[in-house]
């Protein structure tokens, strides 16, 4: 009886991610390339928060960290919010997200910035 308990648990629709759902994020890598090829990795560590819009399709992230409210829309094909699993874009920034990591590339005039970390959904 525990174990069948357990198992509807766990494939309850709670378990699912879905649109709406917030994301609360710890960095766990946070590096910068520049032309030179030069490599920081001294940069600082933050948490951050974001929410999947169904209206916009996207990521929408919180103020107060270093992507500053951002929105990145999921790319269509490639995206699966119930899976905990979607890729998404905006100008010059691409995001990969699977089963609570994340990695993030951000192209820009003189250099790239990657960014990885560890998500949670409350």
Same mark, same amino acid.
């Given at each position: 009886m525990? &174990? *069948?308990?357990?198992?509807l648990l766990?494939?309850?629709?709670a378990s699912?991610?879905?649109?709406g759902?917030?994301?609360?994020?710890q960095?766990?890598? &946070?590096a910068?390339?520049?032309?030179? /090829?030069s490599?920081?990795?001294?940069?600082? *560590?933050?948490t951050?928060?974001? &929410? *999947?819009?169904?209206?916009?399709? +996207?990521m929408? !992230?919180?103020? /107060?960290?270093?992507f500053q /409210?951002e929105v990145q829309?999921?790319?269509?094909?490639?995206? $699966?919010?119930? $899976?905990e699993h979607?890729? $998404?874009?905006?100008l010059?920034?691409?995001s990969?997200f699977l089963?609570g990591k994340?990695?993030y590339a *951000?192209v820009?005039?003189?250099?790239?910035t +990657?960014?990885? $970390?560890?998500c949670?959904? !409350?």
């Amino acid at each position: 009886m525990k &174990r *069948l308990l357990l198992a509807l648990l766990l494939i309850s629709p709670a378990s699912f991610a879905d649109w709406g759902d917030v994301y609360y994020c710890q960095m766990t890598s &946070r590096a910068y390339t520049d032309l030179d /090829g030069s490599v920081s990795v001294d940069r600082q *560590l933050e948490t951050f928060q974001f &929410r *999947l819009d169904k209206t916009q399709e +996207a990521m929408i !992230f919180g103020e /107060g960290s270093w992507f500053q /409210g951002e929105v990145q829309e999921l790319i269509s094909g490639l995206d $699966a919010p119930s $899976a905990e699993h979607w890729f $998404a874009e905006s100008l010059q920034t691409t995001s990969y997200f699977l089963n609570g990591k994340f990695i993030y590339a *951000l192209v820009g005039n003189g250099g790239i910035t +990657a960014i990885s $970390a560890d998500c949670d959904k !409350f």
